[in-house]
């Protein structure tokens, strides 16, 4: 009884400074020009993520539960936002399908994808943004998921003049270490699967987004070359080897080849099964949401890394100017995904495995007229 009793006393505690630190948050972003505290606070109502991490902290015994239960559940009750989120609780999506940090090298082994949506009805659209649960790096309006444990100084970074210009000759590389990634298909863009979310038919899958980046690219004047080799088929295994392979060749035959996009797609899914779709509003409809991942040398040597991370968050900005919700937020990991080899080298992942194709060929085409700006620049 006497255990039951100062069980209830911590839980109501728990529950009143929860409340107090929520009024604070009020106070101050009403009383302040503090755009991030009004950011936090709007996401109270509107983000499970937020909400769940205040489960998190205010009731750690919770962590790592399948669900709030007897007193917890009730003083979640009493709060609506946390109350929204008790459902959401099971439902947290992944934030991308890359390695862990400490992942011996690239991301050479198969991942593991449940069988397609019924259709994309079943998909969950959500607008990736910064999310309160996550530290970041951060200079202005950029921010970076650091997955490296690195800290490089972002804001010197930021201001500092990307490395390289743009001549004569092909300049841009666009190809695709893992070619066969895919999208919910739909009525009109059905496709023959060689795996769950994977095809062959390059109609549908990650190079026909590659193709839309170079055909944007193109018509800005840039000299292109799309390597549309599915080097991840028919096995998966080591396809960054063999697209580091490739890309020395390319670069051989073409010094003057400056820019490397390896582009890929994500995916987004929760324990439970459900799936989720980076969606953002554009004038043009919904489009898919578009994340830069920038490797560094914690697996392998990779001087140049800081020098991509320039480059990178140059196309950031010019994204974020360009479009509101168009830009995930970056990451930065621990392996290098051949970016060693060119100072002008990022991974783009177009999308996720719930987006469908049209949202894909949007989101590229918007990255490619933004980052075709910068690239002008550099001539």
């Known amino acids: 009884m006497r255990g ?7 839980v109501l505690r728990r529950s009143t400074a929860l409340a ?5 948050l009020w106070v101050t972003a009403r009383t302040a020009n503090l755009p991030h505290a009004g950011q936090i606070l709007r996401s109270v109502s509107g983000d499970a993520a937020f909400a769940i991490s205040l489960v998190s902290a205010q009731l750690p015994s919770h962590q790592g539960q399948p669900g709030p239960e007897g007193w917890h559940r009730l003083v ?23 390695p862990p940090p400490d992942a011996p090298d690239e991301d050479q082994s198969e991942p593991v994808l449940p069988h397609s949506a019924a259709d994309e009805s079943d998909v ?76 062959t038919n390059c109609n549908y899958n990650v190079v026909r ?15 292109v070359i799309h390597d549309t080799t599915l080097y991840d088929y028919p096995s998966y ?26 582009v890929h797609r994500d995916a987004l899914s929760a324990e439970d099964g459900t799936i989720y779709k980076a969606i953002s509003p554009e004038s043009e409809g919904q489009a898919a ?29 010019q994204l974020l100017d360009d479009h509101n919700t168009l830009a995930r937020p970056m990451v930065l990991r621990a392996s290098r995904y051949n970016q060693h080899l060119s100072v002008g080298s990022v991974l783009v992942e177009v999308g996720t495995h719930g987006n469908t194709l049209p949202e ?6 918007l990255f490619a007229q933004s980052s075709s700006k910068v690239l002008e620049s550099l001539k």
């Open 4 to 10: 039951t009793a100062g069980q209830v006393v911590r």
């Open 20 to 24: 107090l630190a929520l009024c604070a």
């Open 76 to 98: 979640l009750s009493q709060s609506p936002a946390l109350h929204a989120a008790m459902s959401d609780i099971r439902a947290v999506p992944l934030t991308e399908t890359l």
């Open 124 to 199: 969950i659209p959500k607008t990736m943004t910064p999310s309160p649960t996550q530290t970041y790096l951060h200079t202005g309006d950029i921010y970076i998921a650091n997955r490296a444990q690195k800290q490089p100084d972002v804001a010197a970074l930021a201001s500092a003049p990307v490395n390289f210009t743009l001549a004569k000759g092909p300049q841009v590389l666009i190809l695709h270490s893992h070619g066969s990634e895919a999208y919910t298909p739909t009525s009109a863009d059905t496709y023959e699967e060689s795996d769950p979310y994977r095809t």
């Open 209 to 223: 987004v590659g193709e839309e980046i170079a055909r944007i690219f193109r018509e800005q004047g840039l000299e």
């Open 237 to 262: 295994n080591e396809a960054y080897d063999r697209s580091l392979a490739a890309t020395e060749r390319w670069l051989s035959q073409y010094p003057s080849i400056q820019v490397v996009l390896d």
């Open 289 to 317: 949401q578009v994340m830069l991942v920038v490797g560094t040398d914690g697996t392998k040597k990779h001087p140049l890394w800081q020098e991509n991370l320039t480059f990178a968050m140059r196309i950031q900005q």
């Open 360 to 365: 894909a060929l949007l989101g590229a085409r």
